[in-house]
């Protein structure tokens, strides 16, 4: 049974977030504002939940197209001291990508696994 993410809405529940999530893997903070139809301080606060909990890993876009004051004036390093959208908020295209904990290693050391192949 496939669920169509394009057109059906749901409640916004930490439940509903995550499947969402899981099922497109990555998606911009506004998709799910928009997806949801609820306040941006909302998602922010369920995002917050899974991000506390290692289940979700935010991926800030530091670029002009990513603004939503219109100010312009966020370069390469983020945004600046006047930036209208406090460091705290997410930005509207700031992207959050569901983390599957099963899909990682537990013991991965990259460093020790290159050291002893490469003596």
């Not at 916004?12 to 497109?24: D, I, V």
């Not at 306040?39 to 670029?63: K, M």
């Not at 603004?67 to 930036?83: I, L």
Request: aromatic share 6%; charged share 20%.
């Amino acid at each position: 049974m496939s669920t169509d993410l394009s057109t059906h809405r749901q409640p916004l529940t930490p439940s509903s977030l995550k499947a969402y999530l899981q099922a497109r893997g990555t998606a911009p903070f506004a998709d799910l504002v928009n997806r949801f139809d609820a306040p941006p301080e909302a998602v922010s606060a369920i995002l917050t939940f899974w991000q506390d909990r290692g289940r979700v890993r935010a991926v800030p876009l530091d670029s002009n197209a990513a603004c939503t004051s219109g100010c312009g004036d966020c370069g390469p390093g983020g945004r600046d001291a006047h930036c209208a959208v406090p460091d705290d908020q997410p930005r509207q295209y700031d992207l959050y990508t569901w983390i599957d904990p099963e899909a990682m290693p537990l013991d991965l050391d990259a460093l020790a696994i290159h050291q002893q192949t490469h003596g």
